[in-house]
Protein backbone atom coordinates (compact mmCIF):
# COMPACT_ATOMS: atom_id res chain seq x y z
CA UNK A 1 0.00 0.00 0.00
CA UNK A 2 1.37 3.86 -0.53
CA UNK A 3 1.78 5.08 2.44
CA UNK A 4 0.86 9.22 3.34
CA UNK A 5 2.43 10.43 6.04
CA UNK A 6 0.87 14.07 6.89
CA UNK A 7 2.43 16.52 9.12
CA UNK A 8 1.88 18.07 11.32
CA UNK A 9 -0.65 15.75 13.61
CA UNK A 10 -1.93 18.85 15.27
CA UNK A 11 -1.29 22.61 15.04
CA UNK A 12 -2.76 25.59 17.11
CA UNK A 13 -3.37 28.50 15.20
CA UNK A 14 -5.20 32.45 15.43
CA UNK A 15 -7.82 33.79 13.17
CA UNK A 16 -5.96 35.23 10.19
CA UNK A 17 -2.42 33.28 10.56
CA UNK A 18 -1.35 31.41 7.49
CA UNK A 19 -0.97 27.49 8.18
CA UNK A 20 0.64 24.93 5.83
CA UNK A 21 -0.46 21.36 5.92
CA UNK A 22 1.85 18.32 4.36
CA UNK A 23 1.58 15.19 2.83
CA UNK A 24 4.12 12.86 1.63
CA UNK A 25 3.33 9.92 -0.39
CA UNK A 26 5.58 6.66 0.03
CA UNK A 27 5.74 6.34 -4.09
CA UNK A 28 5.11 8.58 -7.30
CA UNK A 29 1.22 9.19 -6.83
CA UNK A 30 1.52 11.71 -10.03
CA UNK A 31 -1.01 14.43 -9.14
CA UNK A 32 -3.93 11.97 -7.66
CA UNK A 33 -4.01 13.68 -4.08
CA UNK A 34 -7.34 15.06 -2.85
CA UNK A 35 -7.47 16.98 0.92
CA UNK A 36 -10.47 16.55 2.74
CA UNK A 37 -11.76 19.19 5.82
CA UNK A 38 -13.70 16.90 8.78
CA UNK A 39 -15.62 18.62 11.19
CA UNK A 40 -16.66 16.52 14.24
CA UNK A 41 -19.98 14.61 13.86
CA UNK A 42 -19.95 15.43 10.23
CA UNK A 43 -18.49 13.52 6.96
CA UNK A 44 -15.53 15.07 4.94
CA UNK A 45 -15.81 17.89 2.85
CA UNK A 46 -13.52 17.30 -0.46
CA UNK A 47 -11.83 20.54 -0.79
CA UNK A 48 -9.26 20.38 -3.74
CA UNK A 49 -8.36 17.31 -6.08
CA UNK A 50 -5.77 16.64 -7.91
CA UNK A 51 -3.22 18.14 -5.89
CA UNK A 52 -3.97 21.34 -6.43
CA UNK A 53 -8.01 21.82 -8.15
CA UNK A 54 -10.15 24.23 -6.37
CA UNK A 55 -13.95 22.49 -5.30
CA UNK A 56 -16.80 24.65 -6.37
CA UNK A 57 -17.76 26.65 -3.01
CA UNK A 58 -14.23 26.32 -1.08
CA UNK A 59 -13.27 29.83 -0.86
CA UNK A 60 -9.87 30.82 -2.17
CA UNK A 61 -8.05 31.44 0.52
CA UNK A 62 -7.53 27.42 0.28
CA UNK A 63 -4.82 26.19 -2.13
CA UNK A 64 -2.64 23.03 -3.07
CA UNK A 65 0.52 22.37 -4.42
CA UNK A 66 3.02 19.96 -4.78
CA UNK A 67 6.88 18.59 -5.42
CA UNK A 68 7.06 14.88 -6.45
CA UNK A 69 5.97 13.26 -3.76
CA UNK A 70 5.23 16.10 -1.75
CA UNK A 71 1.84 17.70 -1.68
CA UNK A 72 0.60 21.09 0.46
CA UNK A 73 -2.25 22.34 1.59
CA UNK A 74 -1.79 26.35 2.46
CA UNK A 75 -5.11 28.12 3.96
CA UNK A 76 -3.47 31.85 3.75
CA UNK A 77 -5.52 33.74 6.30
CA UNK A 78 -7.50 31.50 8.70
CA UNK A 79 -11.04 32.09 9.46
CA UNK A 80 -12.95 30.65 12.51
CA UNK A 81 -15.08 28.36 10.33
CA UNK A 82 -11.67 26.43 9.30
CA UNK A 83 -10.63 25.27 12.45
CA UNK A 84 -11.76 20.99 12.02
CA UNK A 85 -9.15 18.38 10.65
CA UNK A 86 -7.40 17.93 7.55
CA UNK A 87 -7.07 14.78 5.37
CA UNK A 88 -4.89 13.96 2.52
CA UNK A 89 -5.71 10.51 0.37
CA UNK A 90 -3.86 9.29 -2.95
CA UNK A 91 -6.31 8.14 -5.52
CA UNK A 92 -3.62 6.93 -7.74
CA UNK A 93 -3.67 3.21 -6.40
CA UNK A 94 -6.19 1.17 -4.62
CA UNK A 95 -6.52 0.90 -1.58
CA UNK A 96 -6.33 4.72 -1.78
CA UNK A 97 -5.18 5.32 1.28
CA UNK A 98 -5.69 8.61 4.05
CA UNK A 99 -3.09 10.41 5.94
CA UNK A 100 -3.17 10.03 9.82
CA UNK A 101 -5.03 13.64 9.40
CA UNK A 102 -3.94 17.26 11.04
CA UNK A 103 -6.04 18.45 13.85
CA UNK A 104 -6.10 22.14 13.41
CA UNK A 105 -7.02 24.32 16.50
CA UNK A 106 -7.71 27.70 17.88
CA UNK A 107 -4.67 29.05 19.63
CA UNK B 1 -26.74 17.62 -6.75
CA UNK B 2 -26.20 13.88 -6.20
CA UNK B 3 -27.37 13.03 -2.55
CA UNK B 4 -26.35 9.76 -0.68
CA UNK B 5 -27.83 8.10 2.44
CA UNK B 6 -26.64 4.92 4.43
CA UNK B 7 -28.94 2.50 6.30
CA UNK B 8 -28.56 -0.47 7.54
CA UNK B 9 -28.21 -2.22 11.48
CA UNK B 10 -26.89 -0.07 14.20
CA UNK B 11 -25.67 -2.92 16.30
CA UNK B 12 -23.91 -6.55 14.74
CA UNK B 13 -23.53 -9.10 17.21
CA UNK B 14 -19.65 -10.63 16.90
CA UNK B 15 -18.71 -13.30 13.72
CA UNK B 16 -21.89 -12.09 12.31
CA UNK B 17 -21.98 -10.32 8.88
CA UNK B 18 -22.37 -6.73 8.41
CA UNK B 19 -24.80 -5.04 5.64
CA UNK B 20 -25.29 -1.26 4.63
CA UNK B 21 -27.14 0.21 2.02
CA UNK B 22 -26.44 3.38 -0.01
CA UNK B 23 -29.83 5.10 -1.83
CA UNK B 24 -28.57 7.58 -4.02
CA UNK B 25 -30.76 10.45 -5.34
CA UNK B 26 -29.94 13.23 -7.58
CA UNK B 27 -28.53 11.19 -10.28
CA UNK B 28 -28.78 7.64 -11.68
CA UNK B 29 -26.28 5.24 -10.23
CA UNK B 30 -25.83 3.98 -13.81
CA UNK B 31 -24.63 7.64 -15.39
CA UNK B 32 -20.98 6.39 -15.27
CA UNK B 33 -19.50 9.12 -14.14
CA UNK B 34 -18.77 8.04 -10.32
CA UNK B 35 -17.38 4.96 -8.60
CA UNK B 36 -19.91 4.54 -5.55
CA UNK B 37 -17.38 4.22 -2.40
CA UNK B 38 -17.24 2.85 0.76
CA UNK B 39 -14.76 4.66 3.88
CA UNK B 40 -15.18 3.78 7.48
CA UNK B 41 -13.84 5.76 10.59
CA UNK B 42 -13.49 4.30 13.64
CA UNK B 43 -14.18 5.87 16.79
CA UNK B 44 -11.66 8.73 17.34
CA UNK B 45 -9.45 7.76 14.65
CA UNK B 46 -8.85 8.45 10.54
CA UNK B 47 -10.58 7.00 7.33
CA UNK B 48 -10.33 4.01 5.99
CA UNK B 49 -10.62 3.21 2.13
CA UNK B 50 -12.77 0.03 2.19
CA UNK B 51 -13.36 0.13 -1.82
CA UNK B 52 -15.39 1.17 -4.45
CA UNK B 53 -17.98 -0.55 -7.22
CA UNK B 54 -18.91 0.59 -10.70
CA UNK B 55 -22.19 0.34 -11.66
CA UNK B 56 -21.37 -2.48 -13.95
CA UNK B 57 -20.40 -4.47 -10.90
CA UNK B 58 -16.91 -4.36 -11.26
CA UNK B 59 -14.90 -3.83 -7.58
CA UNK B 60 -11.62 -3.27 -5.72
CA UNK B 61 -11.81 -3.78 -2.40
CA UNK B 62 -9.35 -3.10 0.17
CA UNK B 63 -6.81 -6.21 0.99
CA UNK B 64 -6.83 -5.45 4.56
CA UNK B 65 -10.31 -6.71 4.90
CA UNK B 66 -8.77 -10.17 3.09
CA UNK B 67 -12.08 -12.30 1.86
CA UNK B 68 -14.05 -10.78 4.38
CA UNK B 69 -15.68 -7.70 1.97
CA UNK B 70 -17.86 -7.70 -0.67
CA UNK B 71 -20.24 -4.73 -2.66
CA UNK B 72 -23.09 -5.03 -5.09
CA UNK B 73 -24.97 -2.21 -6.91
CA UNK B 74 -28.81 -2.47 -7.93
CA UNK B 75 -29.45 -0.01 -10.73
CA UNK B 76 -32.88 -0.61 -10.88
CA UNK B 77 -33.52 1.16 -6.87
CA UNK B 78 -30.33 3.45 -7.24
CA UNK B 79 -28.76 1.63 -5.00
CA UNK B 80 -25.15 0.17 -3.68
CA UNK B 81 -24.31 -2.63 -0.75
CA UNK B 82 -21.43 -3.02 1.52
CA UNK B 83 -21.14 -6.16 3.39
CA UNK B 84 -18.20 -7.66 6.02
CA UNK B 85 -18.75 -10.56 6.90
CA UNK B 86 -17.07 -12.17 10.18
CA UNK B 87 -17.23 -8.69 12.17
CA UNK B 88 -15.08 -8.16 14.99
CA UNK B 89 -15.19 -5.69 17.94
CA UNK B 90 -12.13 -3.81 15.24
CA UNK B 91 -15.29 -3.49 12.70
CA UNK B 92 -16.83 -0.71 15.10
CA UNK B 93 -16.82 2.64 13.33
CA UNK B 94 -18.46 4.72 11.23
CA UNK B 95 -19.30 3.95 7.56
CA UNK B 96 -19.84 6.33 4.95
CA UNK B 97 -20.67 5.61 1.51
CA UNK B 98 -19.65 8.43 -0.98
CA UNK B 99 -19.19 8.91 -4.85
CA UNK B 100 -15.60 8.93 -6.90
CA UNK B 101 -15.42 11.08 -9.66
CA UNK B 102 -14.22 9.04 -12.46
CA UNK B 103 -12.38 6.69 -9.96
CA UNK B 104 -9.66 9.16 -9.31
CA UNK B 105 -11.06 12.49 -8.11
CA UNK B 106 -12.05 12.70 -4.88
CA UNK B 107 -15.09 11.72 -3.48
CA UNK B 108 -17.13 15.34 -3.67
CA UNK B 109 -20.75 13.59 -2.08
CA UNK B 110 -20.94 11.71 0.96
CA UNK B 111 -23.82 10.01 2.99
CA UNK B 112 -24.00 11.31 6.17
CA UNK B 113 -22.50 8.36 8.20
CA UNK B 114 -23.83 5.42 9.55
CA UNK B 115 -22.55 4.18 13.10
CA UNK B 116 -22.49 0.32 13.68
CA UNK B 117 -21.26 -1.05 17.04
CA UNK B 118 -20.31 -4.77 17.17
CA UNK B 119 -20.71 -5.86 20.46
CA UNK B 120 -22.43 -9.44 21.81
Known amino acids: DIQMTQSPSSLSASVGDRVTITCRAS??????LNWYQQKPGKAPKLLINVASSLQSGVPSRFSGSESETDFTLTISSLHPDDFATYYC?????????FGQGTKLEIK | QVQLQESGPGLVRPSQTLALTCTVS??????????WSWIRQSPGKGLEWLGY???????RYNPSLRNRISMSVDTSKNQFSLKVSSVTAADTAVYYC????????????WGQGTLVTVSS
Open chain 1, 89 to 97: QQSHTTPYT
Open chain 2, 26 to 35: GGSISSGEYY
Open chain 2, 98 to 109: ASLEEGYYGSAY
Open chain 1, 27 to 32: QNIASY
Open chain 2, 53 to 59: IYYTGNT
